[in-house]
């Protein structure tokens, strides 16, 4: 048996603690499994007095995370403190110029600052791993980087964010609004602290580019990613859905594309039989298709103690086997730039929109999509009240720009009451 | 960039050509992701001159596998044969005393001889590694060995048969009959040579046996399979099973219990709305559950060129980054013993019979029931012709020797007609 891999964690919050007690619970396993006794040297967090259930005593405490990722009895830095810049980012940077292997949970941080992070790490000789940064205990970083090495990856897709899933499954499942089924996920602790990370997808949308950045070679591109979160979803649009065989998720999308890598984290229109349509309420799932494999699909918790953990200490008992590889999957000088196509990838959309109720209100929205180069699919007008009357299209394959110009015209027909919607039908 | 891995590859048949394929067309990407340029310096099959459509002029040709795996030129055999025993046995011992890495996609090989070829690869100092072996082209070897290593493993379940599947699914779909569908499957090149390896659970069986191993520490034992084929599933058991929301499904469950490992590959009834019961046609599933990590799925084709040259190849990277686990992710010698429990965990069962059609009969049945200590959930008779009535049981959980018993006490009731069927209804 070789020498004990000696860990230094920051922040002790539920992933933290989860580390610390599997570490505790499963001593003898881990060594079995990587030859190497896994040990904790110290630790650091907010609040030193909070009782987390877990014995601490045994471990050094020290009063900022860089003290902790620079001691000379600390081989691998643990980073479970978040944020995309401050002390994460600082301690990061200290432990790799140390000389410290960094594993981390933090998403923001690396679809901000990767290929600098990754960079750093090559000159310094050590790894950063980042397992618990996408789709939580989902071992989609491994299956990706190294279970479909051999693939070029032909699109990258994912619901990444429990909470917006779990909103939109409540939405139709109890038949309630945005706001009511917002408010139950607050109430439950479902929200990261500022909730716009959750439901404008930038949480999903960290997630999504490292995916990217792994499965196209590309330098991380988290500015390129088209963002449109969950809020303006209505229950209508759920139930025209899932009347038309479809439910609508917050999907993330990674494509290269003749033009570029395009990147999407939007709501999306998916089979309601497809595996994505099916995912219920927390759950994480993540799809890889490659030009070898077809496609793979994984599915899993995306949060939580338990879950987090696991993908935290697959990195750390990588890094006791020996498992070395660079942040990205290839050396970060490599990662190519990756050409940021936005609507690149034709779709078919789905539309809504209420109309006056009079004569030729829909030959003016059937001519405006006309003059836009949309193609109807289908079309259908529901039972409406006096004045106005709710109408639906499923479009054929567009650009979003041509269905952006359409949006545009309807506003100038003055036929259309409101704002109009319109949500991508992804083919999954 | 350092110096070329080269490999000999024995068997060119549709994996073995999918290799030749994926290095031929992905050579710059192989190398920028592992370092090293993948080369192919030897080749073997059976026939030489059979057009596989892909250039072998630059590949010296050898003309047995022994030949091939003990090639000064060549870094890692690559074992595409299949079979137990004969040349795949003595060309992967053959190459490991030569000092040549092993990647293989032979399931049966590993299941009959995966300890004594462990020990032997670790006492040369090589691996072997066989992510083809198991579910084509979904990474699952890796997730469990590597994603999941800090995770006490609870159950590992699967459908790992995608011809089993697909005869399954197809006489839902179609309302035909086993024999029918198994000659359509024939005649589609679905099923191996020997058709028993699949319909018989066989190779599935062996592919859990490998899985078992992994997850529990424990010596592969694929004799301690209890193995149960689709032969015998008839359409009926498949309408009632879909009357009453389960699907039925050749699957494959290891579990550790307190009386040592139950590994079963057998006929099973699933709720027809989880993701086990949602899978259709030749696609494979592989579940994993661990203590800290709860949940995950894997999903993904089971079988082709593709896929399984994906999963090759996939080994044949790792070892190109110096990625080197022991073949069942600890050392051979820490492998348990595994105890072989059979009938350890208790599950509700579906029995289907024909009973006459006389006073008294479902009494007796009931009778028969409650003396064996079976405890039932639901009875239902179904309309019936003048002398028989068919009647489906679904009993609360219960115990197989208790079914078994209950089986025989049918026979010696005299209303019974013909064989009862007893599926077990998994909770998954």
């Known amino acids: 048996m070789s020498e004990p891999l000696r860990l230094g964690i920051a922040g002790l919050g539920t992933v933290g603690t989860g580390v610390v007690r599997i570490i505790q619970n499963h001593a003898g396993m881990l060594a079995a499994r990587s030859g190497r006794p896994i040990t904790i040297s110290a630790v650091c967090a907010r609040d030193r007095m909070r009782n987390r259930g877990v014995d601490l005593s045994g471990y050094a405490w020290e009063d900022d995370a860089t003290a902790v990722a620079t001691r000379d009895d600390v081989d691998i830095f643990v980073e479970l403190i978040g944020g995309d810049n401050g002390p994460a980012k600082a301690a990061t940077e200290a432990a790799l110029a140390a000389g410290k292997d960094v594993v981390t949970a933090n998403k923001a941080l690396l679809a901000h600052h990767g290929p600098a992070l990754a960079e750093a790490a090559e000159a310094a000789g050590r790894v950063i791993r980042f397992e618990a940064a996408v789709a939580g205990g989902i071992p989609v970083v491994k299956a990706l980087t190294e279970g479909l090495a051999a693939n070029t990856l032909t699109r990258v897709m994912g619901v990444m964010n429990g909470t917006c899933n779990y909103i939109l499954t409540r939405m139709e499942s109890a038949g309630l609004p945005y706001e009511t089924v917002f408010e139950e996920a607050r109430q439950l602790g479902y929200l990261e602290a500022d909730p716009r990370l ?66 999407r984290m939007s ?82 959309y789905y539309l809504r929109m209420t109309l006056v109720d009079k004569p030729g209100a829909l030959a003016k929205v059937a001519a405006t999509l006309g003059d836009a180069g949309v193609s109807i699919n289908r079309m259908r007008q529901y039972g409406h009240d006096a004045s106005s009357a709710p109408v ?3 479009t054929h394959k567009t650009t979003r720009d041509a269905i952006d110009h359409a949006l545009k015209g309807f506003a100038a027909t003055g036929v259309v009451i409101g704002e109009p919607v319109a949500i991508r039908i992804e083919a999954v």
Chains 1, 2 share one sequence.
Request: aromatic residues 4%; contains cysteine; charged residues 20%.
């Open 267 to 348: 709501p999306c229109l998916v089979p309601a039989d497809s595996p994505l349509g099916q995912l219920q309420g927390g759950t994480n799932m993540v799809v890889l298709e490659g030009d070898s494999v077809g496609q793979v699909v994984l599915r899993g918790p995306g949060a939580g103690e338990g879950p987090t953990a696991s993908a935290v200490m697959a990195d750390v008992m990588d890094i006791a086997r020996g498992i070395r590889l660079p942040t990205f999957g290839q050396p970060a000088a490599s990662l190519a730039e990756p050409f940021p196509a936005r609507g690149a990838v034709p779709a078919p």
């Open 198 to 263: 959750d439901v404008d997808g930038i949480d999903a949308g960290h997630k999504l580019s490292l995916l990217a950045a792994i499965a196209f070679g590309t330098r991380v591109c988290f500015d390129a990613v088209e963002l449109e979160g969950i809020r303006r979803i209505a229950i209508e649009d759920i139930r025209h859905a899932a009347d038309m065989g479809y439910r609508i998720k917050l999907l993330g999308v990674a494509q290269m594309t003749g033009r570029g890598l395009e990147q």
């Open 392 to 394: 639906l299209v499923v």
